[in-house]
Structure formats: C-alpha cells, structure tokens
C-alpha cells in the first residue's frame, strides 16, 4: 500500500471520526435545548433517511466525478450541516443534512479504492478500511463524550459565555475543524485517469434498474437469508446504540461521557467478533453463525440484571463480539451472491438501501415507543395495552429492553428455520 492509499484511508477516518462525535453532541445539544426524549431517536433517523432516499441515485453521482471530488462536496454539505447546527437550525435538520453529504460518500470512498488499486489487493484494501471505520466509529464516540462531557463542562464554565456558545455548540465547533482536516486531506488524494460517466438526469430510469437488483437478491435463497441478517443487524446495531446510552444514564447512573465508552466497549467487541470470524468461519460455512445472533438477543435481555460497572462493561462486550461473528461471515456471502447476480457496484447499492431502511423502522420505532410510553395517557383513551403497561409500574426503558431482545432472537430463530426448511428443500448451495 503506498501513500496515495493512506492518504484516502486518512480522509476516511477523520470524515467517519467526526459523523460518530457529531451524534454524540447533537444529543448533548438536544438535551440543552429540553427537547422531548423522542426526538433523541429521531436525530439517528433524520441521519439514515438520506441513505434510503439516495440509494438509486449516490452510485451515479460518485462515478460522474473524480472520486477525490465527490469526497470533498460530500465534506462541504458536511460542514455545512454543523454550520447550520452553529447558527440555530434545530439539530434534527440539520443532522439531515449531514447525512445527505454521507450517503453520497459511502460510493465515492469505495468507488476510489477499486479505481485505485489492482484487485488482488482489494481484500486487504476493504481490511484496511473497515478497521479505520471501526477505530472512527469507537474513536469519535469517546470524542464526542469527551466534549459534551462533565469535564469538558467544567474546563469551559469561565470562557463559554464569553463567546456565547453552550457547551454543546462548542463541541459542534471542534468537529468542524475535524471535518475541515478530513477536506484538508482529500485535496493531496490522486487524481486518477479514469473515464468519467455522464450523470444522467433520468431518475425513473435509475429506481427502475434498482428496484429490479432489489427483487433480484431478495428473490435468491441465499442472498434473502444474508440480507434479513445484515438489515437486522445494522438495524439493531443503530438502536442499540440509543438503548445503550438510556440505559447506562438511567439505570447505571452514569454520565453522558461514561455512557458513551460503554458504546466503544461494544465497537471493541464487534471488532474482536469480526476477527475472530474472519479467522475460522469459511464462506462455505457462513450460515453456521446464525445461532449467535439468537444468543445476542438473550444478553441484551440481560442487561436489566446487570448494575455494576465491570459486569456492564463485560456485557456491552460479549454483546458487541457475538454481533461482529455472526454478520461479518453474512455479510461476505451476500456480497458473493449479489457480485454473481448483478455486479459488486449494484450488490452494495442494495444492501446498503436495505441495511439503512432497517435502521430507520428501527431506530423509528424506538422513538416512537418511547414518546408513547413516556407520555400520559387520558382515561378514556382506547390504548389498553400501554396503560397497563404504565400501571404495571415497570419504567418503559425496561419494556423497551426486553422488547429489543426478544425481537432479535425471535427474528434469528425464524433465519435459522428458514434456512433448515431450504438445507431440507435443497434449494440452499454454495
């Protein structure tokens, strides 16, 4: 790998450690601002909406550019996602448009890799960014805690009013210069000589292509199973984070700095599962991991039993390890079934629109059941069931816990007999 690789690999990271510490203030801005507890749910969705919207279309736009380009517009509407958060816009709109610039990112990063490099390096390419995305994803958490965190608070209580920014603000400020030095790096990427294609101004021609790649992997035994597993887990994985933070702020009582190491500890899991994975589960055997993401749901269950730090910390972990084992062998067989039914560029359009749409019914449903079960109901209202859930005097943290657990082992069981019913059927193959 030469420089020109890390340099890309660099502008990755810091655009990826910025989006996960700009989550982490948004919130703490949200919580400034008394914004009910749902719209906490809603920044994470207002971020992923962009993905679903753009799925037909992000591939198109990053190949009518020189991929270092498209990175570097994809920064501007970045920044000005912060600028806007800076100046008053409210942050769940102005989290929307960062994730805007990010869905039309994700192409141009991948795009520029396979441009870049010969193919027999790909695979310890994809390694090399996966694991930065990973160290982004733990590094810009701790970030953002660090920032919107008590300490913080109280190094800035003297010179915060005097620039009239809050603490949240503030925060929002710093990680507009990360994502300035991410912008910084693009400008030394390479430009390679590669034939550019045309954007074509014919968006009924794009969703009619992609929704037929849609059909097509939803319509193979294997690619369906693969893809039901990845959705649940992005989709999981982006609630849990919501779940995490509650979780530890109300039932541990812990800050909101602690609180977010605990979702590093996860990411840390998750990396160590997707070694290990990587090290022993063959392609051939990718199904044979289904039964943790069964186990996963009854330890997110189990995070009701747990108030101790240490055993929280070791939880977060072993929930973080069983997720990283059983997607990163799914998540390589659907890539194989989606490259042989419709090419690598449209297999990764589609399993990103489908990861992200899980995110959004997920994280959605998240927030709505929190504003449910967290309002008042009135006497005569006809909602029986979340009145006796509130008269059953357990907090709806609690029912939203169980829930998420149960619905991920339930959703794994059902993977799992489908899968025996095709073996049975003979319809299952490599």
Known sequence: MDRGFFLILGAQFLSALADNALFIAALALLKELRAPEWHLSMLLWSFTVSYVVLAPFAGAFADAWHKGQAMMICNGIKIAGCVAMLIGLPPIFAYALVGFGAAAYSPAKYGLITEYLPHEQLVAANGWLEGATV?????????????????????????????????????????????????????????????????????????????????????????????????????AGASMRLVVLNWAVIWLHFTMEQATRLIAVVAFGTAFGALIAGRYIPLKRAFAVLPAGVLMGVL??????????????????????????????LNAMLQHRGHLLMGAGHSIAVQNFNENLGILVMVGTHALLVKFMSSPLPPDAPAVIARQFQASGMPPMHWIICGFGLFVALTMVWIIHRYRKGLRAGIMHD
Request: glycine letters at 10%; one cysteine or more; hydrophobic letters at 60%.
């Open 300 to 329: 997110v269950i189990g995070m009701l039993f747990v108030n101790q730090t240490a055993l929280a910390a070791l939880l977060m972990f072993l929930i973080g390890a069983l997720a990283g084992f059983f997607v990163v062998p």
């Open 135 to 235: 160290a982004a994803i733990i590094f810009g958490t701790v970030l953002g805690g660090l920032l919107a965190g008590d300490r913080a608070g109280v190094l800035l209580h003297a010179w915060l009013p005097a620039t009239g920014l809050s603490q949240g603000q503030w925060a929002i400020a710093v990680i507009l210069l990360v994502y300035l030095a991410a912008a910084w790096v693009n400008l030394y990427i390479p430009r390679l000589n590669v034939q550019l294609k045309p954007l074509r101004l014919a968006p009924w021609t794009l969703i009619r292509e992609f929704c037929w790649c849609v059909t097509r992997l939803w319509r193979d035994p294997q690619g369906q199973l693969s893809l039901a597993v990845t959705t649940l887990f992005w989709g």
